[in-house]
Each structure stands twice: as structure tokens, then as C-alpha cells.
């Protein structure tokens, strides 16, 4: 990190891991100097080699292990690696997911390169969903083992439109979430605040359903529209239309951050 400027207005630089550290850094440094006017010039660091992965590669939050933070197979393509410490590497993958993995790498290849949409069918979206219903639900899990609410989307997503999206629900909700409940239609993203299940949890509109990965029941689940939606204290959505727009933005990048998407903006309301 880098200060310039003078003792009433201060530009910080430097980099940072993702977008949701710019407020902490700029609050430290704000604190340090309470009469100057701090402004942010911060980026999210990019530009590491990428390695293939051989086998199913659990990532968490700190080098030393702590909570999981997705699950990633040789299929989901290569991941760059942006540092090393305590014998793990800090990666990064195609949604723009950056954490840490003890597993080994394999060799250095060529940066990936998303597609473009491979359908705009809502209902393939909701079919990919489905295959997971009975699935066991864990925080974290991204896969057929176990899975999260954030992560059936992703997969689902992935599978079916070949759209990479975001990892957690705050980021998908960062997407465009609209007031209310969804319009007609299947593939829209709907989030539900309710007790029992996680903060702004997200299910996959179907016709006269939802698709999601339970807390509560922990396990996926297909739940009539009207028990999905019974006693919430709140509403959002994101329309299908806005993940097939990400898709467009993104293809042709290496990753979400590197087409510009910006994440961990978006916090719990």
C-alpha cells in the first residue's frame, strides 16, 4: 500500500485481495488521519501464472485451513495462483473465488477463456438444478457430496448455460437484485430473508417452485412456491436475463474480475 497526497487530501494505492477490503483499508487509514480527505485507488490484484488442478481441490479461507470455501474439480479448469504461505497456495478460479489449498497443482498452462451462453432456455437452468435435489447441504460444498445454496446456483449455472457466476449469495445478489418477489417465468434468482435458513438465501425459480439447498432441512430441495415463500420477512430477485448478460460480459475473459465484475461489494442488509 501506497499513501500520496498531503496533509487534507490522501490517495491510497496498492492492491487488494477483493473489492470488499477497500472499505477497511481506507477506514485504517482514515483513523490515522482523521483532518485528510481519503480517496481509494486500490485494485484487486491480478495476474498470477494458472496451474490445471489434478484432483478435486477443497479451497479455505486461510492458509492454515479454516472454513471451506468451495470445492473445485479438474473440470472447473485451472486456477491462477496469486501467492504461497505456510505450504498452501492463494488461488484464484474462473468465477473470481480466491482462497487457499494445500492439495498440489498440476503443470502451468494458458489462462482459461470463458464462453459465451451456450443457451438462453431458463428451463435447462432449472434442470441442472434439479439434479441435485437430495443432495446433502454443508456450508461450502459445491458438488454432488454436499452443497450450498450459492453453490447449486453456481453449478447449475455452469452446467447449463455455461455461465460462471459468483460463489456467495452476496455477490449474486450484487448482480441486479430487484425489489419483490420474481416475474413470471422460470431461472430467476430469488432471495428470501427467513429464519431457518442462511442470511439472503437464494433458490432457482421453477414453474410453481423453487429449487434450493436447505439449512433448515439440509438437504436440496424443490419447494411449492407458496411453502418457499411462507412467513419471509423480505423479497429480492434477480431476473435470468441478468446472468445471461454476465455470461456475454464475461466471455472471452480469463475470470469475473478480469471482465471487470467487481465482487465483495455487496453486504448483509
Do not use: K
Not at 457430496?145 to 447449463?160: M, T
Request: hydrophobic content about 45%; aromatic content about 4%.
Amino acid at each position: 500500500m501506497e499513501l500520496r497526497g498531503d496533509e487534507d487530501r490522501v490517495q491510497v494505492h496498492g492492491t487488494v485481495l477483493v473489492d470488499r477490503l477497500r472499505g477497511p483499508v481506507l477506514d485504517l487509514v482514515a483513523a490515522a488521519l482523521p483532518s485528510a480527505v481519503v480517496t481509494d485507488a486500490l485494485e484487486v490484484v491480478q495476474g498470477g501464472p494458472w496451474h490445471a488442478l489434478e484432483s478435486i481441490t477443497p479451497v479455505h479461507a486461510t492458509a492454515a485451513g479454516g472454513a471451506r470455501v468451495t470445492v473445485l474439480h479438474p473440470e472447473d479448469g485451472p486456477v491462477e495462483v496469486l501467492g504461497h504461505a505456510s505450504g498452501a497456495c492463494l488461488v484464484r478460479d474462473r468465477c473470481g473465488t480466491a482462497a487457499w489449498t494445500s492439495a498440489c497443482l498440476g503443470a502451468q498452462v494458458e489462462p482459461p477463456v470463458l464462453p459465451p451462453p451456450s443457451t438462453d432456455d431458463p428451463q435447462a437452468f432449472v434442470d441442472a438444478a434439479r439434479q441435485f435435489v437430495g443432495t446433502p447441504y454443508a456450508l461450502g460444498g459445491t458438488d454432488r457430496e454436499v452443497i450450498d445454496c450459492s453453490g447449486l446456483v453456481q453449478r447449475a449455472a455452469w452446467s447449463a448455460l455455461r455461465v460462471a457466476v459468483p460463489r456467495n449469495t452476496g455477490d449474486l445478489w450484487g448482480l441486479g437484485a430487484q425489489p419483490g418477489p420474481p416475474p413470471a417465468g422460470a431461472g430467476h434468482l430469488v432471495f428470501v430473508w427467513t429464519t431457518g435458513e442462511s442470511l439472503r438465501h437464494v433458490g432457482i425459480v421453477a414453474p410453481e417452485a423453487v429449487v434450493h439447498a436447505s439449512l433448515s432441512r439440509r438437504v436440496v430441495v424443490s419447494d411449492p412456491a407458496q411453502r418457499f415463500f411462507a412467513s419471509v420477512a423480505r423479497v429480492e430477485h434477480v431476473p435470468f436475463a441478468a446472468l445471461l448478460a454476465l455470461g456475454r460480459r464475461c466471455a472471452g475473459h480469463a475470470n469475473l474480475l478480469a471482465a471487470g465484475v467487481r465482487l465483495g461489494q455487496a453486504r448483509p442488509a
